[in-house]
């Protein structure tokens, strides 16, 4: 009976070695049935005292709201109202405009 070799990285070669060898089982099989037990996500609105829901509201104007106005508001930071902004329109079911006004300010609100 022939032995397997070893390669020099340690990995048997030959038949009997590739038949004791366990088979890998299919990665996406428990992922994907894990995604489709999940229901689906409705659009919650923000809790009424958070940054979010002001940013919101304030966005809910007639004229908008400038970037300034709400930096000034939430503490944020410009790239984090940004961030909000872009994924507020997908999580809230909210479409936002944004436009610049004649001073030349970046403006949000929610389109009609």
């Given amino acids: 009976m022939p032995k397997a070799k070893k390669t020099a990285k340690g990995v048997k070669q030959g038949a009997k070695a590739k038949a004791a060898e366990p088979k890998k089982a299919a990665k996406g099989g428990a992922k994907a049935s894990k995604k489709a037990v999940q229901p689906a996500r409705k659009s ?55 436009a610049k006004n004649d001073a030349g300010e970046r403006t949000y609100k929610i389109s009609k």
Avoid at 69 to 98: L, N, Y
């Fill in 44 to 98: 919650a609105a923000p809790r009424a005292e958070s940054k979010g829901a002001k940013i919101l509201e304030m966005i809910g104007r007639a004229k908008g709201v400038t970037l300034a106005e709400i930096m000034k508001a939430t503490d944020w930071q410009a790239h984090s109202v940004r961030g909000f902004i872009s994924t507020a329109g997908k999580k809230h079911g909210v479409k936002i405009e944004s």
